[in-house]
T-cell receptor, first 111, second 115 residues
Framework: GESVGLHLPTLSVQEGDNSIINCAYS??????FIWYKQESGKGPQFIID?????DKRQGQRVTVLLNKTVKHLSLQIAATQPGDSAVYFC??????????FGAGTRLTVKP | EAQVTQNPRYLITVTGKKLTVTCSQN?????MSWYRQDPGLGLRQIYY???????DKGDVPEGYKVSRKEKRNFPLILESPSPNQTSLYFC??????????????FGAGSRLTVL
């Protein structure tokens, strides 16, 4: 079941440092994963995706790592900037071809 | 501009008064979905639709209905809203070219308060 009032995991980093946001997924058969960024007052926006036949994928300042052995996904943000402050969600594509989202992590960048 | 449009953006209503939150996308996407977002619980799926006339329950469908009569529209209906449906609601869509959901485009959200 779900818990009411669960605190959102948070990560606080200094501007210019690298950030690593982690996500554990549940289904070993999931073959597609996406990271989304949600800024205050907006809907989530796509950052980067990765398929299960890959271990790593790089974008502009972002890298996603996939460890299928332990069902773990991470998002690395290089040289974190104030504009990176947001809630980050991982999502996995389930057996029924639907998307399931994690609870999210709030990233705060300190100047 | 490619987008998902939700209306209303903000609504305060009373228990039991039926309401509909509309969602429309202009990208010819097959897949559409509704989520609710509550503090600490992330995005929880209410209903989704793989294509016209095909809808399925998500993780928290109780108290909600949907319909998909046309490809572009996917309204969320609360027949008899209750205070526990106070939440921030998001509609999203994606192409179904790989089968089902892919990269989702989200609407701006609809904040609903039920008194």
């Amino acid at each position: 079941g779900e818990s009411v009032g669960l605190h959102l995991p948070t990560l606080s980093v200094q501007e210019g440092d690298n950030s690593i946001i982690n996500c554990a997924y549940s289904n070993s058969a999931s073959d597609y994963f996406i990271w989304y960024k949600q800024e205050s007052g907006k809907g989530p926006q796509f950052i980067i995706d990765i398929r299960s036949n890959m271990d790593k994928r790089q974008g502009q300042r972002v890298t996603v790592l996939l460890n299928k052995t332990v069902k773990h996904l991470s998002l690395q943000i290089a040289a974190t900037q104030p504009g990176d402050s947001a809630v980050y969600f991982c999502a996995e594509k389930r057996d029924n071809n639907d998307m399931r989202f994690g609870a999210g992590t709030r990233l705060t960048v300190k100047p | 501009e490619a987008q998902v449009t939700q209306n209303p953006r903000y609504l305060i209503t009373v228990t039991g008064k039926k309401l509909t939150v509309t969602c429309s996308q202009n990208m010819n996407h097959e897949y559409m979905s509704w989520y609710r977002q509550d503090p600490g619980l992330g995005l929880r799926q209410i209903y989704y639709s793989m294509n016209v006339e095909v809808t399925d329950k998500g993780d928290v469908p109780e108290g909600y209905k949907v319909s998909r009569k046309e490809k572009r529209n996917f309204p969320l209906i609360l027949e008899s809203p209750s205070p526990n449906q106070t939440s921030l609601y998001f509609c999203a869509s994606s192409s179904g070219r790989l089968g089902g959901a892919n990269v989702l485009t989200f609407g701006a959200g609809s904040r609903l308060t039920v008194l």
